[in-house]
């Protein structure tokens, strides 16, 4: 049954063993669902299905940080190798020897972003798939680059990989900053708890007198102290109603730190202004690109719990709400539903599936328990109402799954969110962008060296013993 099928669904001779080992790469089946149906089962009932997305011959892409394996399938089970290093001018080549050989598609996996150069070089060319590595993943006792891309090939010549959804060059550039963003936040909140952790040590307890020891006040008595500036000058210089607390202030003060604590406390403080600069320019630019979505911002951010940060995250993450045909199915993308597992009369749901975006579900959880405190809103009577039943936790998912599915709503309807009368949302001040700083050829080839000189520095914290 089994082979025979996959010969006849891949157009190979079914006297030949060695087309069919080829075809399908060593793998007896895929742990893709559509794949499965495609290769197994009865042949009648998935011919149809199958027929209509085949291709005459398809590429298959294994792409790695420093090389590309590609293998093109035809088919009659034809299949030329080769292999490209991940320069502009190789993949110049790889281009040209798919369009020669008259590729109509090529698959590829989405490792990371190295797949977006290719996409960026092929499209408008010939049509590009690109598809989860978990849809395309097959079982097998083998696992070779050769092995890898003939399996994309051979899925792609016969439609098989669940496209994954490509915003276009401008949503890309959006979303790459504000992952930059997020991740220049995450540096710096590691930076601030080692401050806390340095003040700590020596029980200098400037948290317990102030609530944010990197506001205004905190940073003038950081300074003050690295600086050596006298108590009642640093007292001077804090605002009045910090200055009313001045006997807690100098009892604080007056806790001797060490020199190299003093040294660390001056790096980590550098390195938090120096963050705040760059997280700084690229909100700039942030803004810039939003621009053009002032209304979908001031839809989302009429939502509780949705602010301005928030409804930027999401318009970068999403991107066209329109390509979702229901809210349901937008949560379902994020990764918002429950797993199911079904057989026969066995019905048996799970945690979410987490299989999108997870900044997505990070920043709705966010705002899922800033509207869960919010007040007289349908979020904080649905937290009230479930948080002693099911818990904090599924209760502040199941709000995230409600303010996706609104959201949607929201932007496809070009609908203010309202709660009859009950809530009126605040005016949310969007920020004006300014012109971006572009930079000159001359300067690009000097960033460029930068760049190439200290990533071929060896690392000095590596013994190289």
Known sequence: MWAGEVVRFLGSDPANETNLSIAIGGHPASQNADTKMALEGNSSAHTGVLMEGIR?????????????????????????????????????????????????VVGCESTSDYWVPIYEMLEGHIEMIVGNARDIKAISHKKTDKIDAAWIATLSLHDLIPRSRIPDKEARELRS??????????????????????????????????????????????????????????????????????????????????????FRLKCCLDLIRDLDDQIGVIMQMVNRLVSANTRIIRLLTSVPGVGYLAAVTLIAEIGDFKDFSSGDKLASWLGLVPTVKQSAD?????????????????????????????????????FKRKVGSIGFGKTIVAIARKMATIIWHLVINDEIYEEKGRFIPREIQIPTSKEPRYFNLNQILELVSSANIFLAQPDPHVDSG
């Open 56 to 104: 005459n011959k398809a590429c298959g892409l294994d792409i790695h940080k420093k090389f590309i394996v590609a293998c093109i399938k035809d088919l009659q089970g034809v299949t030329l190798e080769a292999r490209y290093d991940r320069t502009p001018k190789d993949l110049l080549r790889m281009k040209e020897w798919i369009i020669e050989n008259h590729c109509d």
């Open 177 to 262: 900053l504000i992952r930059l963003r997020k991740n220049l936040v995450e540096k710096r909140t590691d930076i601030k708890n080692q401050v806390h952790h340095i003040l700590d040590s020596f029980l200098f307890r400037l948290s317990s007198l102030l609530s944010d020891i990197f506001g205004k006040s905190g940073m003038i008595i950081m300074n003050g102290v690295i600086n050596g500036i006298p108590v009642e000058e640093i007292i001077s210089m804090l605002p009045e109603r910090i200055r009313r607390r001045a006997d807690e202030i100098k009892e604080v003060l007056e806790t001797n730190l060490p020199q190299t604590a003093m």
């Open 346 to 382: 066995y019905l048996r749901t799970g945690a979410i599936t987490k299989r999108g975006s997870r900044i997505v579900r990070w920043i709705l959880v966010q705002c899922a328990q800033a509207a869960a405190r919010s007040h007289n809103t349908r979020f904080s009577d649905f």
